[in-house]
C-alpha cells in the first residue's frame, strides 16, 4: 500500500528501495541460519529483559514461540527456504501484530531492542547491519501506520489474509 509506505519511510527515515534491499541482498547465504537464530534470540532477551508498557506487549507471548515464529520469518525474508509461509500461510504482517497494541513508540522501542541484539552477534558484518535495520525501520513504522489506519477504520479487511487489508481514502 503505497500511502502506508510512504507514511513509514517519512517516520523511519528510510526509504522503500533502501528498505527492498532485503530482499535481493541474499543475507541467509551470507550470515546463515546460526547467526540469524542468534539474532532472534538476542532480541527477545532485550524485549523480555524490559520492564513496564512494551514489555506488557508480550505479556500473554511465550519466549521460545516467539523466537521460533521470527526466526523462520527472517530465514525466508534474508532469502532461505520458505518454512515460515509453508507452515503459517502469507506474512500478513499488519495483521497478525492486530491482536496487539503497536504504537509509534512501540515501534521505537522494538527498533531499539533490535538494534540492540544484532550489536550482541560478532558475526553480524556492517553492510548486513545496515541492509537489516533500513529494512527493518521501514516495516516497524509500516506496521504501527497500519495499526492507526486499522483503530481509525481507514483500513478494513482481513489482515490474515493474502491482500486481506483494503485501504479506504487517503
Ligand atoms: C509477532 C510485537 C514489529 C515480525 C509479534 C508478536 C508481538 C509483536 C507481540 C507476537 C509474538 C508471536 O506470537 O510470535 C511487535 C511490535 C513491533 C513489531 C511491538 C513494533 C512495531 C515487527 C517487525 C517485524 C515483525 C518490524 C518484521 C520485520 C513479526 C513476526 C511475528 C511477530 C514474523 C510472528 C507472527 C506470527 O507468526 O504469528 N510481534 N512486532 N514484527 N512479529 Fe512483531
Redesign the pocket.
Known sequence: MEYLSRRASDLSGVEREEADKIDTAGLYEKLGPGTIREISEAFYAAVYSREGW?RE??SN??KE??I???Y???VE?FGGPRI?TAT?GH?A?IG??G????SHA??Q???AC?EEAIDTVPSVDQQSRTIMMN??KH??????CGMDLVNQNRLVGYGDRPGGYHQLGN
Open positions: 512494551f506487549i508480550f507471548v511465550e514461540h516467539a521460533n515464529n521470527q523462520t520469518f527472517f525474508k515460515y503459517k506474512t504482517l497478525r501484530h491482536p496487539y497494541k503497536i512501540a515501534a522501542e522494538w527498533l533490535m529494512y527493518f516495516m516497524a513504522y509500516y506496521i504501527s
